[in-house]
């Protein structure tokens, strides 16, 4: 069955590096999300992604955040200069088009800031 | 606008119990209503749909939710809980206008079951 996959697990970075987190979305998908939680929080939108651009995004999406799909295949979200409230589980989803139901996730990226 | 609010943080039930999970929501459109579940180390996976068909919704494992308008709640429940059931559980609503694809999730409710 596709699915959407994200890589690293998990990453571990200092405070102030940049880090680029990676999704590959499901082939035929053409809609795309960055949501995050952070621990004990609610699962949060960040920003989505159509035709290139980005379509919407929320108020936690400032400027050290961007996303950008370098290829046919990858999704990335780069922090530019991380802090330690960044520290979060970040999940990837893509749906096939704007008006689907349903968006599929990925088994998220746990970025830990120290 | 739309919120979620998930009742409990954290439920317990034997196995073979009833499963009861709450929901409500509050959206200024129609709204499409969603149950995801993550298991230990996996992503969000989708339990069922509310889009303003049916109001009672059957979704995977044995679960089902029923969209109450007057209400503004959509319950997940499951008859006879299975240990394989013990999971993360997120309630989640977004428009079903054009320009509202984003979907706001509740905090979450972990399900613990007991043998």
């Known amino acids: 069955e596709p699915e959407v996959t994200q890589t690293p697990s998990h990453q571990v970075t200092q405070m102030g590096q940049e880090v680029i987190l990676r999704c590959v979305p499901i082939?035929?998908?053409?809609?795309f999300y960055w949501y995050r939680q952070i621990l004990g929080q609610k699962v949060e939108f960040l920003v989505s992604?159509?035709?290139?651009?980005?379509?919407?995004k929320s108020e936690i999406f400032d400027d050290q955040f961007s996303v950008e799909r370098p290829d046919g295949s990858n999704f990335t979200l780069k922090i530019r200069s991380t802090k330690l409230e960044d520290s979060a589980m970040y999940f990837c989803?893509?749906?096939?088009?704007?008006?689907?139901?349903?968006?599929?996730f990925g088994q998220g990226t746990r970025l830990t800031v120290v | 606008a739309q919120s979620v609010t998930q009742l409990g943080s954290h439920v317990s039930v034997s196995e073979g119990a009833l499963v009861l999970l709450r929901c409500n929501y509050s959206?200024?459109?129609?709204?499409?209503l969603f149950w995801y579940v993550q298991y230990p180390n996996q992503g969000l996976q989708l339990l069922l749909k509310?889009?303003?068909?049916?109001?009672l919704v059957k979704g995977i494992n044995g679960f089902e939710a029923e969209f109450k308008k007057s209400e503004t709640s959509f319950h997940l429940t499951k008859p006879s809980a299975h240990m394989s059931d013990a999971a993360e559980y997120f309630c989640?609503?977004?428009?079903?206008?054009?320009?509202?694809?984003?979907?706001?999730f509740g905090k979450g409710t972990k399900l613990s079951v007991i043998p």
């Open positions: 989803a893509s749906s096939e088009a704007k008006t689907s139901t349903e968006a599929f």
């Open positions: 082939s035929n998908h053409l809609y």
């Open positions: 992604f159509y035709n290139n651009e980005i379509s919407e």
């Open positions: 959206s200024s459109v129609p709204p499409y």
């Open positions: 509310y889009t303003s068909a049916a109001t």
């Open positions: 989640a609503v977004r428009g079903s206008g054009a320009g509202s694809y984003q979907l706001t």
